[in-house]
């Protein structure tokens, strides 16, 4: 009984080996694998396609392209912007420039005109210190009277002088005499003044020198009188006009 158990398990297990030679052997018959349930993957070079990605990298490069060149279109068009609207006021500004110069110009013309024909009689006389105005009477071409407050100022000695009624007849006194000399240039001051000027001065100018003292009329904040000539002494230097003053008070 034990035998012939024994005998069919040995052909039970015989004929499971003979089955699974056979299984294999069909299956490598038809060239799969026996673990059919994992598949393997594989990738074949051959079916990419490279050209879409050179057409992205390349629409990348392009679109990087247009924006550079939008960016340079837009910082264009702001610039024309700018100037459209400043060569308006830069034109304006030249405009301006060029009437000013003419000006200029016709100033200094004047001014030369005026400086080198001055008038023949003056009437009146402008302190280049301050502006101060002053009334003057003529002896002659050269030759003056300073009026103040309608006296004139009469001078006695060096540093002495003193507002007294003018001498308008008559042999007028040599005390209230004043002659005037155009100084035009450095030279000229040197020449007058027997000093050489060490400041620029603002020529022509006239000075007023006492035919008694041979001081000179000087004007300074404090007022009126007459002090050694100096050519730097700016307080000493007068423009003249032939228009008299309306009020000689001053």
């Keep these: 009984m034990v035998l012939t158990k024994d005998k069919y398990i040995i052909i039970g297990i015989f004929l499971l080996l003979i089955s699974l030679v056979i299984l294999v052997g069909y299956n490598l018959n038809r060239g799969g694998n026996v673990l059919e349930n994992f598949q393997t993957l594989s990738v074949n070079v051959d079916d990419l396609n490279l050209e879409d990605g050179a057409n992205l990298f390349h629409a990348l490069i ?46 200094l013309e004047l001014k030369k005109y005026i400086d080198e024909n001055a008038p023949n009689i003056a009437r009146t006389i402008k302190s280049n210190h301050n502006g101060q105005l002053l009334t003057v009477d003529p002896y002659d071409l050269n030759s003056y009277q300073v009026q103040i407050n309608d006296k004139c100022l009469t001078i006695y000695d060096d540093n002495k002088y003193l507002l007294e009624k003018c001498n308008t007849k008559g042999n007028r006194s040599e005390s209230q005499k004043f002659s005037t000399h155009r100084i035009r240039d450095v030279f000229n001051a040197h020449t007058v003044m027997g000093r050489k000027p060490n400041k620029i001065a603002e020529y022509p100018y006239n000075i007023f020198k006492s035919d008694l003292t041979n001081q000179c009329l000087t004007v300074d904040d404090e007022g009126v ?12 230097h007068f423009k003249i006009s032939d228009e008299p003053l309306l009020c000689k008070e001053i």
């Design 62 to 107: 392009n679109n990087n392209e247009n924006y550079i060149e939008k960016i340079g279109e837009l910082e264009n068009d702001v610039h024309k912007y700018n100037k459209k609207m400043l060569d308006p006021v830069v034109n304006s500004l030249h405009k301006n420039h060029q009437e000013i110069d003419k000006l200029t110009k016709e100033k």
């Design 225 to 236: 009188s007459v002090q050694d000539c100096l050519p730097d002494n700016y307080k000493q």
